[in-house]
């Protein structure tokens, strides 16, 4: 089943810049693809436009409903994004009330919502965090309170940007293991293309405003003259 579909999209920048044009794509319900490429080809832009953070032309269908601004918020609802840069997600005074803001709109009781930020934490591997200050918190230990607000949602589908970037082996061992706990459709931009191979089962290679590559993560990543061309190694993995 077909959980995310674009169909013909584009994006230009303000100053002008076409960022990728005309691509379609789809991903399978419970899928994890891995979005890769070189530095400015559009990743990031591509899940912002996915998760209806920015506009976009062609068509984005979610759970088989169109994308409109109609029905942003309800598609917004289906799907959970994980910022590059946790201090651009985390900004209240405490660890819980990251996780839990918004749920209130959502229609939790304030009993709801405090089970559900203690699930979430342990989850992520952060039993007792509750009252912490987010800003005082390791990088890696950012990078879990994110992932832990983005499971409070419940979320269809998560998309993530640069997960294990600027962690140390420790910290991105354990995002990869919590981010391959997900159950739901994953989407995640990455340099670390040896994460990729480690959770994803598709990759898609992004370059020069389109789709230079779309299919099964070994066959791409494992492709030397594919990934060079494209400004990519082939992971240790898979030397």
Do not use: W
């Given at each position: ?19 990728f ?32 953070l ?24 289906k ?61 890696g ?7 832990a ?32 706990n ?58």
């Amino acid at each position: 089943m077909t959980i995310v579909e674009a169909k013909g999209i584009s994006y230009t920048y303000p100053d002008g810049i076409e960022v990728f044009k005309n691509i379609s794509f789809k991903v399978a319900k419970g899928e994890s693809l891995g979005i890769i490429g070189p530095n400015g080809a559009g990743k990031t832009t591509l899940l912002l436009a996915l998760s209806g953070l920015i506009n976009n032309s062609g068509e984005i269908s979610i759970n088989g409903e169109l994308k409109s601004e109609k029905n942003i918020n309800d598609i917004r609802k289906k799907i959970s994004f994980v910022f590059q840069n946790p201090d651009d997600q985390l900004f209240m005074p405490h660890v819980e009330e990251d996780i839990s803001f918004g749920l209130s709109k959502l229609g939790y009781s304030e009993e709801e919502i405090n089970e559900i930020v203690k699930r979430s934490l342990n989850s992520a591997g952060l039993d007792g965090f509750e009252l912490r200050s987010s800003h005082h918190l390791s990088l890696g230990q950012k990078k879990r309170v994110c992932l832990a607000a983005a499971f409070a949602r419940s979320p269809e589908i998560l998309l993530l940007d640069e997960p294990s970037n600027e962690l140390d082996p420790g910290g991105r061992k354990e995002l990869t293991g919590l981010i391959k706990n997900f159950k739901g459709t994953k989407l995640i931009v990455s340099h670390d293309l040896n994460m990729i191979a480690e959770i994803c089962n598709n990759v898609m290679i992004l370059n020069d405003n389109i789709i230079k590559a779309f299919g099964g993560s070994k066959q791409i990543l494992s492709d030397k003259k594919l990934m060079e061309i494209n400004s990519l190694e082939v992971p240790y993995i898979y030397r």
